[in-house]
Protein backbone atom coordinates (compact mmCIF):
# COMPACT_ATOMS: atom_id res chain seq x y z
CA UNK A 1 0.00 0.00 0.00
CA UNK A 2 1.28 3.32 -0.73
CA UNK A 3 2.02 5.93 1.56
CA UNK A 4 0.80 8.40 -0.79
CA UNK A 5 -3.34 9.69 -0.16
CA UNK A 6 -5.07 9.23 -3.59
CA UNK A 7 -7.27 11.87 -3.22
CA UNK A 8 -4.28 14.57 -2.88
CA UNK A 9 -3.15 13.46 -6.14
CA UNK A 10 -6.55 14.12 -8.34
CA UNK A 11 -7.41 16.98 -9.97
CA UNK A 12 -10.14 18.87 -9.00
CA UNK A 13 -13.11 19.94 -10.54
CA UNK A 14 -13.67 23.83 -11.52
CA UNK A 15 -17.89 23.94 -10.34
CA UNK A 16 -17.24 26.42 -7.96
CA UNK A 17 -15.74 30.27 -8.79
CA UNK A 18 -13.99 29.50 -5.82
CA UNK A 19 -12.54 26.45 -6.50
CA UNK A 20 -11.72 28.41 -9.83
CA UNK A 21 -9.62 30.93 -8.05
CA UNK A 22 -7.58 28.53 -5.88
CA UNK A 23 -6.76 26.30 -9.09
CA UNK A 24 -5.77 29.86 -10.73
CA UNK A 25 -3.91 31.02 -8.13
CA UNK A 26 -2.00 27.72 -6.92
CA UNK A 27 -1.26 27.24 -11.19
CA UNK A 28 0.45 30.50 -11.34
CA UNK A 29 2.62 29.69 -7.81
CA UNK A 30 3.30 26.29 -8.93
CA UNK A 31 3.65 26.17 -12.53
CA UNK A 32 3.82 22.79 -13.18
CA UNK A 33 4.96 21.62 -16.61
CA UNK A 34 2.17 19.00 -17.07
CA UNK A 35 -0.29 21.80 -16.22
CA UNK A 36 -1.94 19.53 -13.63
CA UNK A 37 -3.07 21.30 -10.28
CA UNK A 38 -3.69 18.33 -7.18
CA UNK A 39 -5.28 18.89 -4.24
CA UNK A 40 -1.87 18.11 -2.31
CA UNK A 41 -0.98 21.38 -4.46
CA UNK A 42 -3.89 23.72 -3.01
CA UNK A 43 -3.21 22.50 0.17
CA UNK A 44 0.45 23.41 -0.09
CA UNK A 45 -0.44 26.90 -1.37
CA UNK A 46 -3.41 27.37 1.59
CA UNK A 47 -0.60 26.12 4.08
CA UNK A 48 2.04 28.62 2.81
CA UNK A 49 -0.13 31.90 1.83
CA UNK A 50 -3.45 31.17 4.67
CA UNK A 51 -1.97 29.21 7.13
CA UNK A 52 -4.63 30.34 9.92
CA UNK A 53 -7.50 28.09 7.66
CA UNK A 54 -5.17 24.73 7.71
CA UNK A 55 -4.56 25.14 11.54
CA UNK A 56 -8.10 25.52 11.36
CA UNK A 57 -9.09 22.18 9.82
CA UNK A 58 -5.68 20.54 11.25
CA UNK A 59 -6.92 20.64 14.86
CA UNK A 60 -10.50 19.77 14.30
CA UNK A 61 -9.35 16.39 12.78
CA UNK A 62 -7.24 15.82 15.53
CA UNK A 63 -9.87 16.67 18.23
CA UNK A 64 -12.07 14.42 16.23
CA UNK A 65 -9.80 11.64 15.32
CA UNK A 66 -8.54 11.82 19.69
CA UNK A 67 -12.78 11.82 20.36
CA UNK A 68 -13.27 8.92 18.39
CA UNK A 69 -10.13 7.29 19.89
CA UNK A 70 -11.40 7.89 23.57
CA UNK A 71 -15.09 6.63 22.13
CA UNK A 72 -13.32 3.33 21.15
CA UNK A 73 -11.48 3.09 24.43
CA UNK A 74 -14.49 3.40 26.15
CA UNK A 75 -16.99 1.00 24.31
CA UNK A 76 -13.68 -1.72 24.56
CA UNK A 77 -13.02 -1.22 28.13
CA UNK A 78 -17.34 -1.74 28.41
CA UNK A 79 -16.84 -4.89 26.50
CA UNK A 80 -13.80 -5.98 28.87
CA UNK A 81 -16.06 -5.61 31.86
CA UNK A 82 -18.54 -7.23 30.66
CA UNK A 83 -16.06 -10.15 29.54
CA UNK A 84 -14.57 -10.16 32.95
CA UNK A 85 -17.62 -10.27 34.81
CA UNK A 86 -18.79 -13.53 32.66
CA UNK A 87 -16.28 -15.10 33.33
CA UNK A 88 -16.72 -14.90 37.53
Known sequence: MSDENQIEAVEPEQDSELKQFLINHTGTIHNPEDEMITVQMI???????????VYVI????FI?????GLDDATV??????????EAE
Not at 76 to 85: D, I, R
Open 58 to 61: AEEN
Open 76 to 85: LEGKTNTNAA
Open 43 to 53: INTLAAEFPEV
Open 64 to 68: RGYQL
